[in-house]
């Protein structure tokens, strides 16, 4: 494959697949062509560590001799037509949702087979739950143990739930992102 002297250029596309454990997945382009290679190192450049199966992202990809490469992540969006699945959230309007304070975090535990965790609000020892719907609504799809993150929490049935989360690094400059 011929290496592009031109330098990377912009990429809108779906994520085809992204293993954390590997460190590495693809990216499918909307106008078509090789599958990119996303790495792990080009994510976390971004502040995530993961990222949902169908997401819709923005790149900037490179063509090198071992094929398409994303160089640099500039947004990522959830699935199209991904369902929160949650009653408690369901119900939940945009404006609503927008009104719920975002909170700094740490993540407890998260395990992807399971389908939940739970993470530590900065400040307050109560555990809040978070559900992988929830993830995937943000555009994620796993945690890491003390990995940093931005969650708006709400009342759940059972106590205190994630209604949705975000890469730490997304939103430090955001007006209403509380430390």
């Known amino acids: ?24 997945g693809f990216v499918l382009a ?20 993961s990222v949902a199966d169908g997401a819709r992202v923005t790149l900037l990809a490179q063509t090198t001799a071992r094929g398409v490469q994303a160089v640099e992540v500039r947004a990522i969006a959830p699935p199209e037509g991904s369902d929160p699945g949650l009653p408690e959230i369901e119900g939940l309007a945009p404006q609503d949702l927008s009104a719920v304070p975002v909170q700094a975090a740490r993540v407890k535990w998260f395990d992807k087979g399971k389908g939940f965790g739970f993470a530590n609000v900065f400040g307050h020892g109560d555990d ?14 796993d945690l890491q143990p003390g990995e940093a ?3 708006r929490v709400i009342n759940g049935k059972r106590g205190l739930m994630a209604a949705q989360v975000q890469a730490w690094e997304t939103v430090i400059s955001l007006p209403d992102a509380a430390p």
């Open 1 to 24: 494959m011929p290496v592009d002297d031109s330098g990377p250029y912009e990429v809108v596309g779906s994520v085809k697949w992204f293993d954390p454990v590997k460190g590495f």
């Open 30 to 49: 909307d106008t078509g062509g090789s599958d990119i290679l996303l790495h792990v190192n080009v994510l976390r450049n971004f502040g995530q560590s």
């Open 128 to 141: 809040v739950f978070v559900h992988i719907d929830v993830l995937r609504q943000s555009g994620l799809s």
């Open 149 to 151: 993150i931005a969650m």
